[in-house]
């Protein structure tokens, strides 16, 4: 099991060094931005993670196929812990790109830091929080109702004119069972006719 244990210890925690400097190894007084706060917290959750399925752990999951192929199971455990922290990091940074959450953050920081020297009370034009509040997010909600009454007048505008091409070949289809029934009545009269004529030719005189 001493494999085992190197394995731990080799594939899991040491695979990436945390980002950027935690807030606790941090000078005292130095600010840390957001986004080195949320680098870390991902590391620290991956650091967690990989614990918590260490090579022990995954061991104990497939002993037989451990016993048979330890050195198999070692590089299955390597790439399987390599991929998660992969396939997780891919995530985290898809939603920080679709979220703009780094510049967010920055932005955030930057306000914090203009507003540390500032004696005057901070922004409120009402004086009332639930009204700043209210005037702030109001607006935006009511452009989000905008956008989607446009979008639910383009889907039914589309629902119209598609209820109205079926309609138009409805009647076209209609037209052509008329059609047919027309030229089978005219068909079955002159089958009639025929028969009529056919008839009165085979008399005798």
């Known amino acids: 099991m001493a ?18 400097l935690p807030p606790e190894s941090a000078p005292p007084g ?22 918590a399925g260490s090579f022990q752990r995954f061991t104990d999951c497939y002993k037989r196929f451990y ?8 590089r299955v455990y390597d790439k399987f812990i390599t991929q998660l922290q992969t396939s997780i990091r891919e995530e985290i940074e898809e939603i920080k790109q679709e979220g703009n959450m780094e510049a967010v953050l920055n932005t955030l920081d930057q ?33 989000q109702r905008d956008n989607l009454r446009r979008r639910v007048q383009r889907q039914e505008a589309e629902n119209q004119q598609l209820a109205e091409a079926v309609l138009a070949r409805r ?31 085979s008399e005798p005189e």
């Open 171 to 201: 009647r076209q289809v209609e037209q052509l069972q008329l059609q047919v029934q027309a030229r089978q009545q005219t068909w079955q009269a002159l089958y009639r006719e025929q028969r009529e004529l056919v008839a009165v030719l």
């Open 3 to 20: 494999d085992a244990s190197g394995g731990d210890a080799g594939s899991g925690r040491e695979e990436r060094a945390p980002e950027g």
């Open 111 to 143: 306000i914090v830091e203009e507003g540390k020297g500032r004696t005057e009370p901070a922004w409120r034009p009402s004086g009332v929080p639930e009204e700043d509040l209210r005037s702030t997010i109001v607006p935006y909600f009511l452009q």
């Open 67 to 74: 016993q048979l192929q330890p050195d198999v199971t070692q």
């Open 30 to 51: 130095t600010p840390v931005s957001r986004v080195k706060l949320l680098d870390t917290m991902v590391d620290t959750f991956l650091q967690k993670l990989i614990a």
